[in-house]
């Protein structure tokens, strides 16, 4: 079990809007920042947002993350097909002393 | 450009020993910090370790505490992962990456504990 939580898959047709949420608790999301990564299997992961709703350099704007109190989500809009890949939310925690991720979200474009 | 190149896995017995190592280029090794992830067959990233930019801080996963060793040479900008007493769920693909935000990562170097 994953301390934080992310629906195992998610699906949408090209165009549409598609939110992935993920939710911890007070020693996580709900006192450090949440990043989210895109996951190709086979491929290096790639920091999709960083700061709860920061972009890196190059990532296209139709990612936006949030967060509010102990959760996060992540929305995908205008999806494309090469949006398929599976999404992982993550933040350091204090009682684990460490940072810990969502079990992860394979989102299917149909 | 930024590149982190991970080496050293391979297939190992139970109870056996590797050394992971993770060589970085582009960026001022010694100013961040490096992190090594890692993601058994079918399963989502779980992370391991962490070791701060003069390795002033390390931190360790419960599942790999006292087991693993994980150290920096900001001379040869490498990172290593030593693993001991490796169990079958060791058995993964793992990652190095940098910073506390992992904004750039390995491709990753597959380690296989099997007897």
């Known amino acids: 079990q994953s301390v934080l939580t992310q629906p195992p898959s998610a699906s949408a047709t090209p165009g549409q809007r598609v939110t992935i949420s993920c939710s911890g608790s007070?020693?996580?999301?709900?006192?450090?920042?949440v990043n989210w990564y895109q996951h190709f299997p086979g491929t290096a992961p790639k920091l999709l947002i960083y700061n709860n709703n920061q972009r890196p350099s190059g990532v296209p704007d139709r990612f936006s993350g949030s967060q509010s109190g102990t959760s996060a989500s992540l929305a995908i809009s205008g999806l494309q097909s090469e949006d398929g890949a599976d999404y992982y939310c993550?933040?350091?925690?204090?009682?684990?002393?460490?940072?810990?991720f969502g079990g992860g979200t394979k989102l299917t474009v149909l | 450009e930024v590149q982190l190149v991970e080496s050293g896995g391979g297939l190992v017995q139970p109870g056996g020993s590797l050394r992971l190592s993770c060589a970085a280029s582009g960026f001022t090794f010694s100013s961040y910090s490096l992190t090594w992830v890692r993601q058994a067959p079918g399963e989502g990233l779980e992370w391991v370790s962490y070791i701060g930019a003069s390795a002033d801080r390390i931190y360790y996963a419960d599942s790999v505490r006292g087991r693993f060793t994980i150290s920096r040479d900001n001379v040869q900008n490498t990172v290593f992962l030593q693993m001991n007493s490796l169990r079958d769920a060791d058995t993964a693909v793992y990652y190095c990456a940098r910073g506390g935000t992992l904004d750039y990562w390995g491709q990753g170097i597959r380690v296989t504990v099997s007897s």
């Open positions: 993550s933040a350091w925690d204090d009682s684990l002393n460490g940072r810990v």
């Open positions: 007070s020693s996580n999301i709900g006192r450090y920042p």
